[in-house]
């Protein structure tokens, strides 16, 4: 698994699914072995595996096998990616409507 | 335009795309006219309003047609929701840890 490479391409690809936001609502509540996930997801097993695996790779979710359990639990670095990216996003438009701000400001003082 | 429907599947589905997150990079810096924001991302002007017609939808971009310009700026609707969406899923784990944590306190009280 590559671990360094987590880009908001792939969290947001990864998040973009409805099955597999059911699965990380699910892994909120706690840890789950592959086969339990699956359970109340009427789809099929390898459909979960191919799911859980994108979610891996954006690191939304970490997977560990214990003899020949598989367990699934969250992983908060994709979120973080994501919640990064919209920070950025805003610490832009409030810099920028601070500058409006001060413009505003100047042009007051200079009537 | 429907103001009421903002989801998250329509919010996520709208930033999974490179070009539109370019476009609202591209206006994080300041409101735009359509064929200004056009110009540098090298796709046709027909690609760029079809673009912001699902960014619009989502609610993370608003544009207003005055005279013959369409002027483009960030609407922070649609990432409030994508935050909140994260928000809801941050405190279901925090609340999980802390009960974790308050039975391995009863736990340890009962040693």
Known sequence: ?????????RVLHA???????A???KLSEG?????R?????DITLTAVVQHLQV???SRLVHTEKVGRVRTC?????????LEQWIGDRRSMWERRLDRLGDLLAEADEGE
């Open 23 to 25: 699965i990380l609502d």
């Open 73 to 81: 639990r969250i992983e908060t670095a994709g979120f973080s990616v």
């Open 15 to 21: 998040l973009g699914d409805p099955t597999r936001r």
């Open 1 to 9: 698994m590559p671990r360094a490479e987590i880009n908001i391409d």
């Open 55 to 57: 979610l891996e790779e």
């Open 37 to 41: 996930l699956a359970a109340p997801l």
């Open 31 to 35: 840890p789950l072995s592959v086969s």
